[in-house]
């Protein structure tokens, strides 16, 4: 059951293609084993900007190895989704410094490789895009390739399932003069970094930001067309094989996107998911508001949806609100009112929900939490390390943020 790479038992994996199919073999074990196997609280992590098994197989280790020690009574079991999202290998990832690279103005051989599973059939997009952000040719007509090339590549990635608000369907990032976008996330960056300039920036310092979030911005379509197509589905034929097991869906990044969007894809009356704990969440504040695609669906959970965000996190407080905002929105750098309309989850916890409660994680820990609807968690306290482009966006493991998902599940601690 658990492999030499896991640290607790009884695990699964779920592996789900771009299309929300899941691999029947692995499928078929979690459906025929879960009940026997004498689980009560089973905890579904899905990982966001990993591109392979092997990366999301770490962190599922890390995460999980506190669990049996601070819930030692309960009958836990884990699952670990797999999906085809990716990260680039230049982004510090606080708890696995050893799967970074050095950064660059180019692409490494790990990032070119990841772009190239991501979106089979573009190689010749992606090695031209390699070539004009290693070459960083000057003018105009070099700069507007390089935009038609990102944006071939996310057209690549068919649109299956709703934006997190209807107006998102098409973001500046993709509809205004590139080297307008280039320049706005370069003179980010250069903020970020500490770095203060009187004149504009060359784009080219921005350009890859530019690929990144473009990139990213497919993969957080596709995370949702996986929770509401593949996960979703699949919980209800859980609840019907296993009815006895409580399902805790936990998500990092684009991974909260889609344990939330499973919440879509539930057959009507199934009431298997007891929480759902969002880490780091790159999806709108908005998404379970009136006006959002999720609204209402906190209602298909039998307890809390717990939203852990933090201030630190610099991919969803400055990059997140550049690459999603509208065409014709304010410009420049990230303020108040862009990260007010465009804001993550992650950041700053979900928005414009009645009855929505804030908590810091301290107060989250002393408990209890409540027992249903959306319950924001301040969790700068922890998330905190990891420089830029994207700060403690990855930096999530932590026996704090586990216990915050046994307490939203209502498992007995201690």
């Known amino acids: 059951m658990a492999g030499p790479a896991m640290t607790v038992t009884p695990y699964w994996q779920l592996t789900f293609d771009a299309d929300g199919d899941v691999n029947p073999a692995e499928r078929d074990r979690l459906l025929t084993e879960a009940g026997p196997r004498g689980v009560r609280d089973l905890i579904l992590f899905s990982h966001g900007w990993n591109n392979d098994r092997t990366r999301a197989t770490a962190l599922y280790r890390a995460f999980f190895a506190p669990f049996p020690h601070l819930a030692p009574k309960a009958k836990l079991g884990y699952v670990g989704v797999v999906w085809p999202s990716m990260r680039f290998c230049d982004e510090p990832v606080p708890d696995f410094p050893h799967l970074t690279v050095r950064q660059g103005v180019g692409l490494d051989d790990g990032t070119r490789r990841a772009l190239l599973e991501t979106f089979p059939g573009q190689a010749h997009a992606v090695e031209r895009i390699a070539a004009l952000l290693e070459q960083r040719p000057p003018g105009d007509a070099a700069l507007a390739e390089f935009g038609e090339l990102v944006g071939q590549l996310v057209d690549a990635v068919p649109e299956r399932c709703a934006a997190d608000l209807p107006e998102e369907e098409t973001p500046a990032l993709l509809t205004e003069p590139v080297d307008q976008v280039c320049e706005e996330f370069a003179q980010a960056l250069h903020e970020l970094g500490g770095v203060r300039e009187f004149s504009l920036p060359n784009p080219w310092d ?14 957080k379509r596709r995370a949702g067309t996986v929770g509401e197509r593949g996960l979703g ?6 609840a019907a094989s296993a009815p006895g097991v409580r399902v805790h869906l936990v998500g990092h ?16 009356g199934v009431r298997a998911v007891k929480s759902v704990t969002l880490l780091q969440g790159a999806f709108s504040h908005y998404a379970f508001a009136a006006e959002g695609a999720l609204a209402g669906r906190h209602g298909r959970v039998d307890g809390p949806v717990v939203c852990c965000h933090s201030s630190h996190d610099l991919a969803l407080g400055t990059m997140y609100p550049l ?9 420049g750098a990230v303020g108040e009112v862009l990260g007010a309309k465009w804001g993550a989850m992650g950041f700053d916890g979900v928005k414009s929900v009645a009855g929505t409660r804030e908590l810091s994680l301290a107060e989250a820990l002393r408990g209890p939490l409540p027992v249903s609807g959306c319950v924001n968690v301040d969790a700068a306290a922890v998330v905190r390390r990891g420089g830029p482009p994207a700060g403690a966006h990855s930096d999530i493991v932590h026996p704090e943020l586990a216990r915050v998902v046994l307490g939203a599940g209502r498992i007995p601690q201690g």
């Open 206 to 219: 921005g350009a890859k930001e530019v690929l990144r979030q473009a990139a990213y911005y497919a993969m």
């Open 233 to 238: 589905p699949l919980l209800g034929k859980l």
């Open 253 to 268: 990044s684009f991974g909260g996107r889609l344990v939330s969007f499973a919440l879509s894809g539930l057959a009507p």
């Open 323 to 331: 690459a999603s905002r509208m065409a014709g929105d304010a410009r």
